[in-house]
């Protein structure tokens, strides 16, 4: 059986492994994995469901609180229950507090290929491309785990890669491909920094994602810019692909900050 990013222990909490601890402090959880672990519980919700024809469109996390590296608990519902539009809610608790908070739109899916359009290009696919490591950057079981592609040289605050990993989500589960491809959105922090995280720090306190196409395949691409304001903000944007091109978006607001004694 493959490593995996955390094990189960009951229908609602899991048990992180120490392939999910973080960059910043490797006794907290990277929230890329986490997030693909909101999306797979939502899976699970909704396969107890009857089935809706919906897919998800978009979904916010709002980060609370401190991740420790402990089990955590994820309960969903749905807020604003429909026929062809469904908004669900799932509420991450560790030590019985509320530390991330996530909102999952889904739409109907209809045939509307007559129309589609307006996506940009297609990146170089991953194969044939040299690795890079995460970990010269950023310590963490997360970043050692995820094999990282660049398409083009990075520069501060750009970059363009191709990730994956070869871990399971959840030990002996099978994940859609959607909470798989979550699972490493998060990562885009990481991978285009505008400045060296041993002087700065600007963790990122959001992350949205909006999909106007399922992802497939195990590959997600991400076409990052990171900006940083002058009073303490920073946005890191990122156009999402899989290897049959764009997916759609992701956002992520940075509280920024020197680190202390710098």
Known sequence: MAASYFERIDRLRHKPTPHASG???TDEMHFSPLGGLVVHAIDQYRAERAPDGLVLSRISFDILGRLALDECEIQVESIRPGRTIDLLEAVVRIA?????????????????????????RRLAPPDGLAGRSLGSVWPGGHCASVDVRPVTPAEPGRGTVWISTDLDLVAGEPSSPVASY?????TANGIAVRRSPTEWMFPNVDLTIHLHRQPEDRWVGLDTTVTFGPTGQGLTSSVLH?????????????????????
């Open 23 to 25: 960059a910043w402090d």
């Open 96 to 120: 019985d507090r509320p530390v991330v908070r996530a909102r999952a739109w889904l739409l109907t899916a209809v045939d509307t290929g007559a129309v589609a359009g307006g996506a940009v």
């Open 182 to 186: 979550v699972a490493l959105v998060d």
């Open 242 to 262: 899989d290897i049959h091109g764009p997916v759609g978006q992701a956002e992520q607001i940075l509280t920024v900050r020197p680190l202390p004694g710098r």
